[in-house]
């Protein structure tokens, strides 16, 4: 008789004692002799009959490392784990928190929803009496000293209190981690003072910055937190910008966003620089009116010392939009498209209840089922608002460096899809609750012959709710002459968990 090798047999046997720890102590040696004496004869088995391969010896190990979790079920009983996992998947809390798990998973991956935040809460100081003005036009290329020119020419309108140039373009950021691609600004001195932004950390520009500090630098907020984790002695240190050290002086309000949110370092721009060309939609300044002003009439007051000043633009226009104006009309339409969904979403859940589909029985509680019902449909609808309204942004960053207008448009569409999606699913999952605990129902039977729908006999799908609460009969074929949902309450013993 052939002797298997001594290492695989203890090799198993130690495992499998290992393994018998993790088995309740009342019924620990049953559960190892019973183990034991398996792997034993079957290792002797494969020994005697020249069977034991290296294919086998790895099944037989394998067979061994099993033996942990069937341990560990013995210790806290399979059957009553899987039904308790199984009864918190259907639970109603467990599908709001999900939701909510999810909802809050955008709002952190997107960087707090800084669109969100800035149409809420204006970033900047009075922006009643703030427009940005630039030249517009498709693929159109213009200069660095034709815009600091017909900038001081904008300045010199009587209307005007404060302007800055602005210019911004791709570039390559050089930190501790390494190199990044992100878009870099550079600015008039007085930018931030414009608009009336200060600093979180450290400071702005000043005007004397421009022969004191030509090599100053200011970060946004997500590049100091992702390029830079956050380093709380950040000012004063040294970034490189396209291989140009910059020395960083402050870090921009987390909610501060202009144009683009990718624009990661904002440096000076230099009158005494070499003109450098950019795309019209990439360049312009923020202006600051002495007081409330429309948007037409700041239009007709700078075209008039536009050509005053002789300055006329080639195969462009000059385009002003007033900050206020375009955060308002923003959350304005989004609010309306929103309350559109909300309005449909309340015509649908009166047409499925009144047919029976999400209709609460006489005897559960219908407060708690419609409220459930309203705040997984609020929930849904937040994520789609959220969602459509970063990513497009997002994307439209992505893709070409800035926030274009038809972002705004096509994040509505988007939201409206998203929104129609999640009202559905809404009400395709309260119609497969139980009507008394609201739990997700199981144990899915098709009954009927589809072929027979017009007579008496029509296929139907039943739902059992595992507390033992009721069935529910759901009619495969939807006709008007057919009931709706037919909810049975059923006198029988919950399963015991």
């Not at 033996?67 to 109603?92: G, H, K, S, V």
């Not at 200011?218 to 970034?239: M, T, Y």
């Not at 226009?317 to 375009?326: R, Y």
């Not at 988007?414 to 609201?438: E, P």
């Amino acid at each position: 008789m052939k002797r298997p090798p001594t290492m695989l047999l203890y090799s198993c046997r130690g495992l499998l004692w290992l393994a018998s720890w993790l088995v309740p102590a009342e019924g620990r040696p049953e559960w190892h002799t019973r183990q034991d004496t398996e792997v034993w004869h079957w290792i002797h088995f494969l020994a005697e009959s020249d069977r034991l391969t290296p294919q086998s010896r790895v099944e037989v190990l394998r067979h061994c490392w099993s033996a942990f979790p069937e341990a560990l079920w013995q210790r806290f009983d399979r059957e009553r784990t899987l039904r308790r996992i199984d009864a918190t998947l259907r639970a109603p809390a467990f599908c709001l928190g999900v939701l909510t798990s999810v909802l809050l998973a955008i709002v952190l991956l997107t960087g707090f929803a800084p669109t969100l935040r800035s149409m809420v809460r204006s970033p900047y100081s009075d922006p009643g009496t703030l427009f940005a003005v630039r030249p517009a036009g498709r693929f159109m290329w213009f200069r660095s000293d034709q815009l600091q020119r017909v900038t001081g020419a904008w300045s010199r309108s009587p209307q005007v209190r404060s302007i800055a140039a602005y210019s911004f373009r791709r570039g390559i950021i050089t930190a501790a981690q390494g190199e990044d691609h992100a878009f870099t600004g550079q600015i008039a001195s007085n930018f931030f003072d414009v608009l009336g932004v200060r600093a979180a950390r450290g400071r702005t520009f000043l005007a004397s910055d421009l022969q004191d500090c030509k090599q100053c630098a200011v970060l946004s907020w997500p590049a100091w937190i992702g390029n830079f984790h956050s380093d709380p002695r950040i000012v004063g240190k040294q970034v490189k910008l396209d291989g140009q050290p910059l020395t960083v002086i402050g870090v921009l309000p987390r909610q501060f966003s202009f144009l683009s949110p990718r624009i990661a370092v904002w440096s000076l721009l230099q009158p005494s620089d070499a003109s450098v060309a950019n795309l019209v939609d990439r360049m312009g300044a923020v202006a600051r009116f002495a007081g409330p002003i429309t948007e037409e009439q700041a239009t007709r007051e700078l075209q008039r010392v536009t050509d005053n000043a002789g300055y006329h633009f080639v195969n462009t226009s000059l385009q002003v939009v007033s900050l206020k104006k375009q955060a308002r009309q923003d959350l304005d339409s989004y609010l309306l498209f929103l309350l559109l969904v909300v309005l449909g979403a309340l015509l649908v859940a009166w047409v499925a209840g009144a047919r029976g589909h999400v209709a609460s029985p006489a005897t559960g509680n219908k407060y708690r089922w419609w409220g459930f019902f309203a705040s997984k449909a609020l929930l849904s609808l937040m994520i789609a608002f959220v969602a459509a309204l970063e990513l497009t942004r997002y994307f439209s960053v992505l893709l070409t460096g800035t926030v274009q207008p038809m972002s705004d448009i096509a994040s509505m569409w988007v939201f409206l899809l998203l929104a129609s999606a999640a009202l559905s699913w809404t009400i395709y999952d309260q119609r497969r609750r139980c009507r008394i605990c609201l739990r997700r129902l199981g144990l899915s039977v098709h009954v009927g012959c589809p072929g027979y729908t017009l007579l008496d006999c029509w296929a139907a799908t039943e739902l059992v709710c595992a507390q033992g609460h009721g069935m529910l009969h759901m009619p495969d074929t939807d006709a008007s002459w057919l009931e709706g949902d037919q909810w049975s309450n059923m006198d029988i013993l919950p399963l015991t968990n």
